[in-house]
């Protein structure tokens, strides 16, 4: 893995990520998202847990980050959502020397009935870990099933944040919640223009959807 010191770490994120083939381009049918929305890019950051020494820069970028944030009030541990978020927590808990718990997206149904994993105490100061973030809506479960087990949330850490949708920030401020990241679609984009091997027009494809993905959307079938 070759790092340059002269790009900023969403650059480099960005370029590992395409790297390891993490970020797809569709050039006709666009991919549809859960949320019924349509893209010509898509995102998966789980290919990272089998890149052992990218996996290592990214969580030594995100605790170095997240140490930084929490000088004055440190986190007792870390919390990964089901299911992208387990491993990340798990590394980014042994990066920090930090306890890690778990949270389902519901409550499990039987035995015991639980939705978060591991041990967690009331007042608990917890950092949320997650793969990405898109519009921060299904980040809510998350944070709700923390607080509802008395701990508290107030900082989400992700690897990668759309950044496209403008509303996602204020939902969860709302919340009384701050994201993180480390790279964001428009590092992709920069990383995208400065590759050969992709062709102008399939830039030029990423490039109208991030300016406006709600009305690419629409005109290419998603909501």
């Not at 290592?56 to 000088?71: C, E, I, K, P, V």
């Not at 808990?93 to 890690?100: F, G, I, Y």
């Not at 944040?161 to 919340?175: G, P, Q, R, W």
Request: with cysteine.
């Amino acid at each position: 893995m070759s790092q340059d010191k002269s790009q900023s770490v969403g650059q480099q994120v960005a370029r590992m990520l395409l790297d390891i083939k993490a970020v797809h381009i569709s050039d006709d049918k666009p991919f549809i998202f859960t949320s019924g929305k349509a893209s010509p890019v898509y995102i998966d950051c789980r290919k990272i847990i089998s890149f052992p020494e990218i996996r290592r820069f990214l969580m030594s970028q995100g605790a170095a980050m997240m140490a930084d944030l929490s000088a004055d009030a440190p986190y007792d541990a870390v919390a990964g959502g089901e299911t992208a978020g387990i491993p990340f927590a798990a590394w980014m808990s042994e990066e920090m020397d930090k306890p890690m718990q778990y949270i389902r997206k519901k409550p499990k149904g039987f035995g015991r009935d639980a939705q978060i994993e591991g041990l967690i105490e009331e007042g608990q100061h917890i950092l949320l870990v997650e793969d990405l973030a898109t519009d921060g809506g299904s980040k809510l479960n998350f944070i709700n099933a923390i607080r509802t087990a008395g701990a508290e949330v107030n900082h989400i850490f992700v690897i990668f944040y759309y950044d496209i949708f403008k509303d996602a920030m204020t939902k969860l401020a709302e919340e009384n919640v701050s994201l993180h990241y480390l790279a964001t679609w428009w590092d992709v984009l920069e990383a995208i223009k400065q590759d050969p091997t992709i062709s102008d027009e399939r830039v030029a494809r990423v490039e109208a959807f991030l300016n406006a993905p709600v009305a690419w959307s629409q005109e290419n079938g998603g909501q």
